[in-house]
C-alpha cells in the first residue's frame, strides 16, 4: 500500500465531502453569497499544497480556492465560520468564500489578480535570501488576463522564485478554453523562458511528484517555473450554473481524482477514510447546530 497515496487520498475525499456540504447547506439556505467549488480539481490542489512547505512558502489562491485553503491548513471549521460570515471565521466573516487569509495564505476573486501580488512576494523571498518560494493558482480563463503577462515578464527578468500553478479545467464559467484562447496555454510562460511542465491533473500522486521536483530545484536556484494541471470541473461553475452536456460532463466522471485514487487503494483503508472525513464533517455540522 502507498501511504503517500493515503494521505493524499484523504485531503483529496474531505475536500470533496466539505464541498458538498458546502453546496447542501446552500440549497437549505444556510449559507448566502456564492461558493465556487472545485469537485473534480481536488489531486490540483492535495497534489501541489502537500508538495510546499506552509512555514517556508507562500500560497496565492483564487476564486475556487476552497481545496487550496484546505490542503494548505486543514481548517475546516474555521473556513465554515468565514463562508457563514460569523466573527469567528478566519477573516472575522468578512472575506467570505473567495478573500481569505490566514499565515501564509492569501486568496482573492478577482481573476489573475493575485499573479502580481506572489511576484512581489516572490521578490521579498529573494531578497531574504532564503529558499521559501511563491505559489500561485489560476484557471485556464485566467490566463487572458493582461497583467498575469507583465508579472511573468517580471518574474523571468528577475528570476524570482514564482511558480505559476496553472489549472487547467477546459472552461472559464461557461466559455470552452479553445473559444477564448488563440494558442495553446503553455506556449505563454514558456515565451518569458519560464520553464513548464504538463502534468495529468487528476492522478495525486503525479502532481504530488512533480511538485516536489519542481520546488526541490527552485530552492536550489530560486527561479520561476510553471506547472500545467490538465483536469475537469465536475461540479457547476458556482452553486447550479452549468450549461455543459450532460455526456461531456459523464465522460469525464470516470477520470475523477477520487475514483482514479481508490482503485489503488484496499476497500478498508478507503472505507476508514471515508467513515473518518465523514465523522469530521458531522461533528463540525453539529457544533454549528446545522445537522
Ligand atoms: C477580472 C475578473 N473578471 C471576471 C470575473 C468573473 N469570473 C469569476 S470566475 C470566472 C471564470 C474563471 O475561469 P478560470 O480562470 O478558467 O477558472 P475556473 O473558474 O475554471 O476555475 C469569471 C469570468 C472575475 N472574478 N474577475
Ligand atoms: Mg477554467
Not at 535570501?129 to 488576463?145: H, N
Not at 530560486?222 to 470541473?233: E, M, V
Not at 450532460?246 to 482503485?263: C, G, M, V
Request: aromatic share 6%; glycine share 10%.
Amino acid at each position: 500500500m502507498n501511504s503517500d497515496l493515503v494521505i493524499l487520498y484523504e485531503k483529496m475525499f474531505l475536500i470533496r465531502l466539505f464541498e458538498e456540504t458546502l453546496l447542501n447547506l446552500f440549497s437549505l439556505g444556510h449559507l448566502r453569497g456564492t461558493v465556487h467549488t472545485c469537485i473534480g480539481q481536488e489531486a490540483c490542489a492535495v497534489g501541489v499544497v502537500s508538495a510546499i512547505d506552509p512555514k517556508r512558502d507562500t500560497l496565492c489562491s483564487n476564486h475556487r480556492g476552497h481545496g487550496h485553503f484546505l490542503a494548505f491548513t486543514d481548517d475546516t471549521d474555521g473556513l465554515l465560520k468565514e463562508i457563514l460570515g460569523l466573527a469567528s471565521g478566519i477573516c472575522g466573516g468578512k472575506g467570505g468564500s473567495q478573500h481569505l487569509h490566514v499565515n501564509n495564505f492569501y486568496s482573492n476573486g478577482i481573476l489573475g489578480g493575485m499573479v502580481p501580488i506572489a511576484t512581489g512576494i516572490a521578490l521579498s523571498q529573494k531578497f531574504a535570501a532564503k529558499d521559501g518560494i511563491s505559489v500561485v493558482f489560476v484557471g485556464d480563463g485566467a490566463m487572458s488576463e493582461g497583467v498575469i503577462y507583465e508579472a511573468l515578464n517580471i518574474a523571468s527578468l528577475w528570476q524570482l522564485p514564482l511558480l505559476l500553478v496553472i489549472e487547467h479545467n477546459q472552461i472559464a464559467q461557461s466559455t470552452p478554453w479553445n473559444l477564448e484562447h488563440g494558442s495553446a496555454i503553455e506556449g505563454r510562460p514558456i515565451s518569458f523562458g519560464i520553464p513548464t511542465e504538463t502534468v495529468d491533473g487528476n492522478d495525486v500522486q503525479a502532481v504530488y511528484a512533480s511538485t516536489k521536483t519542481i520546488v526541490d530545484n527552485m530552492r536550489q536556484d530560486s527561479k520561476p517555473r510553471c506547472l500545467l494541471l490538465n483536469t475537469y470541473r465536475l461540479g457547476p461553475h458556482s452553486k447550479g450554473d452549468d450549461y455543459r452536456c450532460i455526456t461531456e460532463i459523464s465522460f469525464h466522471q470516470t477520470n475523477d481524482p477520487l475514483k482514479r485514487a481508490e482503485t489503488v487503494l484496499s476497500e478498508n483503508v478507503k472505507t476508514r477514510i471515508q467513515t473518518l472525513c465523514q465523522t469530521r464533517i458531522n461533528h463540525m455540522l453539529e457544533n454549528f447546530s446545522l445537522l
